[in-house]
């Protein structure tokens, strides 16, 4: 099933179950379902708002092929600023939330640019991302990693950064597109030598900077991520990713936690949606 599909569902309101061809071990990929609420949140905006910043909590895992709902609320709303709050509800259970920040267009106060491309080389320089990881999802992206330094030996922290793009590019990229690109990768501490253990994402904060529409679907982005720290059984990283002719598109902030093999509902959150006035659903 391609990613184009699986959104376009989502903006008439549908949630078709999701096939296995985005699973990994059984479960459904953190990208997808992501990219799935980035998606639902950003339809009903206000045309000329845009999404600025978006916050995944991965609650409980998400099964294939199974059927799902999604409930929306709309926290505030205003020419200026738009928050939501949406959920992926699964078998009675919250497995996913998201909360979603618009802005709408205002004049710029000040241009800054901070951001400086790192030198990638070529695609071709580079090796297969799934010589790092094994998964069914992988079979949607083409990815090429082109510096993966382990320990920090070759710059001051732990790195991993490549070319990326989908095998099958979409239409139009959008931030939900990029979401499930970003997230495709590794965590960057999954690289390392000397950790064991199963690793599960608890959140993700992505911050979006240009507006993906005007980016070339087919056209290959950077993608860089650092160990910001980690100690005993969660990690923190931080990735950027930025276009070939170097400008910046998003950042992200990445929370991961070492759980034992097998551990996969380990965070009981065993209460149901709220029934509200200001919550709607979609299934």
């Not at 509800?89 to 400086?116: D, L, N």
Request: with cysteine.
């Amino acid at each position: 099933m391609h990613i184009d599909a699986i959104l376009s569902r989502i903006k008439q309101r549908i949630c078709t179950p999701i096939d296995s061809s985005w699973a990994q071990k059984g479960i459904l990929f953190e990208g997808i379902t992501g990219a799935v609420l980035c998606q639902a949140a950003m339809d009903g905006t206000e045309r000329g708002s845009r999404l600025r910043q978006l916050h995944l909590e991965f609650v409980r895992p998400v099964l294939p092929a199974e059927p799902y709902i999604i409930s929306e609320e709309c926290i505030a709303q205003g020419s200026a600023h738009t928050s939501k709050e949406m959920r992926l509800i699964q078998g009675g259970k919250v497995r996913v939330t998201a909360r979603a920040g618009f802005f709408g267009h205002q004049p710029p106060a000040f241009v800054m640019q901070s951001f400086s491309s790192p030198s990638l080389g070529e695609r071709p320089d580079g090796q297969p991302l799934r010589r790092l990881v094994e998964a069914e999802f992988l079979e949607h992206f083409d990815y090429q990693v082109i510096d993966l330094d382990r320990r920090g030996e070759t710059a001051a922290t732990p790195t991993l950064a490549g070319w990326m793009r989908f095998k099958h590019p979409p239409k139009v990229l959008t931030e939900a597109h990029l979401v499930a690109m970003i997230d495709a990768w590794p965590p960057l501490v999954q690289a390392l030598p000397d950790t064991s253990g199963a690793l599960r994402t608890l959140n993700w904060s992505f911050h979006f900077f240009e507006r993906m529409d005007l980016v070339c679907p087919n056209a290959p982005l950077g993608y860089r991520a650092q160990l910001g720290f980690g100690t005993q059984d969660v990690s923190v990283s931080t990735t950027e990713v930025w276009t070939r002719e170097g400008t910046p598109l998003a950042r992200s902030f990445q929370t991961n936690a070492i759980v034992s093999e097998g551990q996969t509902d380990c965070l009981p959150i065993n209460s149901q949606p709220e029934n509200s006035a200001s919550i709607s659903r979609f299934a």
